[in-house]
C-alpha cells in the first residue's frame, strides 16, 4: 500500500473505532425489563402501553391508544435498513388487506429528515411515527432487548404481546401470527 494513503487510512480506521465506542458508551442501557406476557413471570416496566405518544412526520404527537383496530402490528424500522426497505411492501399489502381488524404502526428509529425524504418511496397505508429519546424504553417494553432492526410485534385487542419477531419478516410469517386474532 503506498505510503501517503497509509495516514488517512489509519485517521480513519481510528475515527471509526472511536465513533463505535462513544456510540456504546452514550447508548442508554435499558433500565426496564421486558413485559412478556408470553413467560411465567411477568416483570415490570415503567412505561405502560397508554403512556406511549409518539410524533408523527409533521410532529404531531399520536398516542398508540388512539388506533382501536382489534389486532396492532408495530414494526420497529429505519430508513437505511435494507431488511426494513424489503418488508415494507409487504406490511402495506397486509394492511390493505385487512383495513378493519389490522393497524400496522411503523416505528421509525430515524430522522424527520430523513424519513420525510422517503416518504415518497411508498405509498404508506399505515402511520410512520418517529422514536426519538423513548429508544430503550420502548425497546425494553416490547422485548427487543438486542435492539435490532427491524422487529416486529403482534398485539392482541387487550394489548398484549402475543408475537415477536425479530429480523426480516416476511407476509406469510406475519399472517400466521395474526390470523388466530382477527
Not at 48 to 65: S, Y
Not at 147 to 162: E, K, M
Amino acid at each position: 500500500m503506498k505510503r501517503d494513503l497509509m495516514l488517512p487510512l489509519a485517521v480513519a480506521l481510528v475515527s471509526m473505532a472511536a465513533g463505535f465506542l462513544l456510540f456504546r458508551l452514550t447508548m442508554q442501557q435499558p433500565e426496564f425489563v421486558s413485559a412478556d406476557p408470553v413467560s411465567a413471570t411477568p416483570l415490570t416496566v415503567d412505561i405502560a402501553f397508554e403512556d406511549i405518544v409518539l410524533d408523527d412526520l409533521q410532529g404531531q404527537a399520536q398516542a398508540l391508544t388512539q388506533w382501536q383496530a382489534p389486532v396492532m402490528v408495530l414494526n420497529f424500522w429505519a430508513t437505511w435498513c435494507a431488511p426494513c426497505r424489503r418488508e415494507i411492501p409487504e406490511l402495506i399489502a397486509l394492511q390493505q388487506e385487512y383495513p378493519e381488524q389490522l393497524q400496522i404502526l411503523g416505528l421509525a428509529f430515524d430522522s424527520v429528515q430523513n424519513l420525510q425524504q422517503f416518504d415518497g418511496e411508498f405509498e404508506f397505508n399505515y402511520p410512520s411515527l418517529v422514536v426519538g429519546v423513548e429508544t430503550s424504553q420502548l425497546n425494553a417494553y416490547f422485548g427487543n432487548d438486542k435492539s435490532v432492526l427491524p422487529f416486529t410485534v403482534v398485539l392482541n385487542q387487550q394489548r398484549d404481546i402475543v408475537y415477536r419477531h425479530t429480523g426480516e419478516i416476511t407476509r406469510q410469517q406475519l399472517s400466521e401470527a395474526i390470523q388466530p386474532l382477527l
